[in-house]
């Protein structure tokens, strides 16, 4: 493990290459965001002393940032991890390049200061898929028989929803109740649309995964067991209740 095999990843997935903005230490390099311009991950040679080794050898290492404090107290733990040198100690991390951590370790931290410094519109595309409730109104749409011949079909997109999302789609009254889990293969599919009921800007597909007894996920049981009070739009679901449904 060391600085060329940081440079080598970050350059593979990220599309990032080092800058050297320090003349007077031309070795350290620093990685940024295009879009918001921020630090990512510093690579400096700096001594030993400095990060509270034993002796005034040069090592390498590289600054990361980690955004949960909690996270933070219990990684500088582990052999090999600090607490940064020349950053704001209570936010990033110095690692060693030594071979001290191991090389998988170090690739996880880097991505997870990528993510902890992205822009929000970065966050969103690179977030891990989510699960959500959306609603379909039968009077509108014949929701209970859209996969009697198909397994796949098209459905307005919610703001949010992303490919590889999953959506259990709750079917309002007389039904009022979970039918279907689907999974979300295809999004921002052009498409304009509006009456006095609907307007839809974009599509997405959805691929049917699983049905549910119609009463099993009812309204009464979403409110009594898991504090949902109303599906008006796609909405994120409890942990509790996204094991249920599994």
């Known amino acids: 493990m060391n600085r060329q095999t940081v440079c080598d990843y970050i350059k593979k997935k990220y599309k990032v290459l080092p ?22 991950a510093l690579v400096m040679t700096i001594q030993g002393d400095r990060v509270g080794l034993t002796g005034t050898e040069e090592v390498d290492v590289i600054n990361l940032k980690v955004d949960d404090l909690f996270f933070r107290d219990l990684i500088i733990q582990e052999d090999g991890i600090l607490p940064a040198y020349h950053m704001n100690k209570m936010h990033w991390i110095s690692v060693l390049l030594d071979g001290t951590v191991p090389e998988a370790r170090v690739f996880d931290l880097i991505d997870m200061s990528f993510l902890a410094t992205a822009s929000a519109q970065k966050k969103e595309k690179i977030r891990a898929p989510k699960e959500w409730i959306i609603p379909a109104n039968p009077k509108y749409y014949d929701i209970v028989h859209a996969f009697d011949d198909t397994d796949l079909i098209d459905w307005k997109q919610g703001t949010g929803i992303r490919k590889g999302d999953t959506v259990y789609m709750y079917v309002g009254a007389p039904v009022s109740a979970v039918l279907y889990r689907c999974l979300v293969t295809e999004t921002d599919i052009p498409y304009r649309f509006s009456n006095e009921h609907l307007t839809i800007k974009a599509l997405m597909k959805i691929r049917l995964q699983k049905r549910y007894d119609p009463d099993a996920f009812t309204f009464d049981v979403l409110k009594a067991k898991y504090g949902i009070y109303a599906v008006r739009g796609p909405r994120g679901i409890p942990h509790s209740l996204s094991e249920a449904l599994k």
């Open 19 to 40: 800058e050297y903005p320090w003349r007077r230490y031309d070795s350290n390099a620093v990685f940024r965001h295009a879009d918001n311009n921020k630090w990512f």
